[in-house]
């Protein structure tokens, strides 16, 4: 096997007996395409504005507090707090991860 020594050529290719194989032109064109496929997708577009995405993603006529506000709780969270939410998935999920996990115990 030789390498093609053309000085006009910007690629090397490799040849046999002085003419390069369909083979070797096929992978060389299949790996440019997949440089060029890989090049393209790290072209980044520009972020979208905050008001752009708020728009996109609220109801129309929805309308964002500055500040946040709540009323006053004066009481202790209890310990299963989640169980108001009366989730038996959610549920099933904590106690899973209390069982499986030493850290949580």
Known sequence: MLINKDKNSAIVVPVVGGVASRATEWRLLIALCMVAALLCGCALSRAPEHEEVVKQALPQGTSIPST?????????????????????????????AITHNLNLR
């Not at 969270?77 to 169980?83: A, E, G, Q």
């Open 68 to 96: 946040w506000s709540s009323a006053a709780v004066t009481s202790e969270v209890t310990n299963d707090w989640l169980r108001s939410f009366n989730d038996p998935r959610l549920d099933t999920l904590v106690a899973e």
